[in-house]
């Protein structure tokens, strides 16, 4: 593993680690926050999506709770959670902080030692992870 890179997780958390940082808005006739785009944004893919999209790097990465049953990111039994993996190294997931209430943070180095732990209970195996659209 190498350092961890803090100012690439501070700038990744100040661009898309929150609702606001995102600039979801709720919508009353919708009744439903909704991300920049129109796109719902209590859904992890339209979120992981958005942000690949912003961030111009990276891919929608996910997994089925079934093939990863030790993942406590995917909000309910038999669901599945889609994140964004930006630079084949961070985690960008601001659904599992403003949605899914599962952790405190919404970025994650996976070269961070510090950040290990955390990355497996909510993310399980990486080997059950895929691309979006494989």
């Known amino acids: 593993m190498t350092a961890p890179s803090p100012s690439r997780v501070a700038e990744l958390e100040a661009r898309y680690g929150s609702d606001e940082a995102l600039g979801v808005e709720w919508n009353d006739e919708e009744g439903r926050s909704l991300l920049p785009n129109g796109e719902s944004a209590v859904i992890c893919s339209f979120c992981a999506a958005y942000i690949v999209r912003l961030d111009g790097t ?3 990465v996910g997994f089925h709770d079934g093939v990863n049953p030790t993942a406590h990111a995917a909000g309910y039994p038999g669901g599945a959670h889609d994140f964004a993996l930006i630079d084949d190294r961070y985690i960008v997931d601001p659904w ?6 599962a952790s405190k943070r919404a970025v994650f180095d ?4 510090g950040d290990v732990e955390e990355i497996r209970w909510l993310y399980g195996d ?4 895929e ?4």
Request: aromatic share 4%.
């Open 58 to 60: 990276g891919k929608v």
């Open 96 to 101: 599992v902080k403003e949605t899914g209430c």
């Open 110 to 113: 996976l070269q961070d030692l």
């Open 126 to 129: 990486a080997g059950a992870w």
């Open 131 to 134: 691309e979006a659209g494989s």
